[in-house]
């Protein structure tokens, strides 16, 4: 079992940059692919970026890439996702989740959910 706390979330203005961390307690999660997923209001609940347990394999959503970048250290046990150029739209719940598999597959596939965090981009 491992689990998962994010931190880093709040209110941020359009075009700034935060990042999001994701830490566990478990060794274990060195050996986890880990993503980042997102619930805008009234959404369904979105992939934004994953990576490998050796960070070697990383993936974005379409909607992300070129602003965010998705990183690991495993030695802090800690997944990063850092959020540039953000835009109102990036407002949402995001969820860091982790998977036994040691790379990103799908979300039907993680086995492990942070409860979430709140991010809001005001215009």
């Known amino acids: 079992q491992v689990h998962l706390v994010e931190s880093g979330g709040g209110l941020v203005q359009t075009g700034d940059s935060a990042r999001l961390s994701c830490t566990a307690s478990?060794?274990?999660?060195?050996?986890?692919?880990v993503a980042w997923f997102r619930q805008a209001p009234g959404k369904i609940r979105e992939f934004v970026a994953g990576?490998?347990?050796?960070?070697?394999?990383?993936y974005y959503a379409d909607s992300v890439r070129g602003r965010f970048i998705i990183s690991r250290h495993n030695a802090k046990n800690t997944v990063y996702l850092q959020m540039n150029s953000l835009k109102p739209e990036d407002t949402a719940v995001y969820f860091c989740?982790?998977?036994?598999?040691?790379?990103?597959?799908?979300?039907?596939?993680?086995?492990?959910w942070g409860k979430g965090i709140l991010v809001t981009v005001s215009s």
């Open positions: 990576i490998s347990w050796s960070g070697s394999m990383i």
């Open positions: 478990e060794r274990s999660f060195n050996d986890c692919g």
């Open positions: 989740a982790a998977d036994d598999i040691g790379d990103y597959v799908s979300e039907g596939e993680m086995d492990y």
